[in-house]
T-cell receptor, first 118, second 113 residues
């Protein structure tokens, strides 16, 4: 069965601190996709990144970076120099590969609430 | 371009009633998925539709049903509402080929009293 675990329920940091959000996943598939979403208080899930299981290169986008390690089934997310606007709930998600079918059925973790204070 | 739009934004219903939630995907997107998010939890997959056909179903009772229309918009219907159906219902649209990223609407907050 597929499962996503985000062990950190809540994290509080002060502005400009770096923070890493952990994500551990379980799947029997050899091909799969991993995602991170941000959910601000408004409720809308904002897409941050998608990574397929064959691409283990780390990725950096501005202050955001992602570390994918297949050996430990982890896909961690780091925010560098955090800002108050980063305060939100962050979800890690997994989907099986369905190349001949459409859409994405995502399996989400329970989320990590990040609070950044000034 | 408009994002994913859902209506209504908030809804209060009584136990036993029926509810219909609506979703319009991003223009050009052919796939719509529905998720239920109860307070403090991650979203849970309910349904996925592509080209008006059901392509996936999560572990939800038959009281939950959905459909997709020729213009790719979608409705989620829930019958015989229970208190436990109170949640944020999220709609996601994607272009449709493979595991492309899903874009979510702001959701419908359903409260069952």
């Amino acid at each position: 069965a597929q499962k996503v675990t985000q062990a950190q329920t809540e994290i509080s940091v002060v502005e400009k601190e770096d923070v890493t959000l952990d994500c551990v996943y379980e799947t029997r598939d050899t091909t799969y996709y991993l995602f991170w979403y941000k959910q601000p208080p408004s409720g809308e899930l904002v897409f941050l990144i998608r990574r397929n299981s064959f691409d283990e290169q780390n990725e950096i986008s501005g202050r955001y970076s992602w570390n994918f390690q297949k050996s430990t089934s982890s896909f961690n997310f780091t925010i560098t120099a955090s800002q108050v606007v980063d305060s939100a709930v962050y979800f890690c998600a997994l989907s099986e590969a369905r190349p001949n079918q459409a859409g994405t059925a995502l399996i989400f973790g329970k989320g990590t609430t990040l609070s950044v204070s000034s | 371009d408009a994002g994913v739009t859902q209506s209504p934004t908030h809804l209060i219903k009584t136990r036993g009633q029926h509810v219909t939630l609506r979703c319009s995907p991003i223009s050009g997107h052919k796939s719509v998925s529905w998720y239920q998010q109860v307070l403090g939890q991650g979203p849970q997959f309910i349904f996925q539709y592509y080209e008006k056909e059901e392509r996936g179903r999560g572990n939800f009772p038959d009281r939950f049903s959905a459909r997709q229309f020729p213009n790719y918009s979608s409705e989620l219907n829930v019958n015989a509402l229970l208190l436990g159906d109170s949640a944020l219902y999220l709609c996601a649209s994607s272009w449709g080929q493979g595991n492309t990223e899903a874009f979510f609407g702001q959701g419908t907050r359903l409260t069952v009293v």
